[in-house]
Nanobody, 122 residues
Framework: QVQLAESGGGLVQTGGSLTLSCAAS????????MAWFRQAPGNERQFVAR????????YYANSVKGRFAISRDYAKNTVYLQMNSLKPEDTAVYYC???????????????WGQGTQVTVSS
């Protein structure tokens, strides 16, 4: 069992930066692919970025490639999402997920946090 808790969201102006954190509990953190998704009102949950169990080459949605960076700290059982050059269309609730497969579909993830709101003003 893995429990996830996101933090770091907030209100930022266009072009600004935020770093989201996802703290995981449970001794098997290192055994999961970790990913970030986001969901805007009225929209489906959308893949943002994922990172392997070994912290290898991450994978990004085209909409965030070059602006966002995902990383994981095994000592702290935490996954991060560094978000730069933020745009109003990045506004959403951001969720981290833990799964056993290297996938971008949200239904492939077994555990979720409660989400953290990111709002980018124009």
């Amino acid at each position: 069992q893995v429990q996830l808790a996101e933090s770091g969201g907030g209100l930022v102006q266009t072009g600004g930066s935020l770093t989201l954190s996802c703290a995981a509990s449970g001794r098997t953190f290192s055994g999961y692919t970790m990913a970030w998704f986001r969901q805007a009102p009225g929209n489906e949950r959308q893949f943002v970025a994922r990172i392997t169990t070994t912290g290898g080459t991450p994978y990004y949605a085209n909409s965030v490639k070059g602006r966002f960076a995902i990383s994981r700290d095994y000592a702290k059982n935490t996954v991060y999402l560094q978000m730069n050059s933020l745009k109003p269309e990045d506004t959403a609730v951001y969720y981290c997920g833990a799964g056993s497969r290297w996938e971008s579909r949200p239904d492939q993830y077994d555990y979720w946090g409660q989400g953290t709101q990111v709002t980018v003003s124009s």
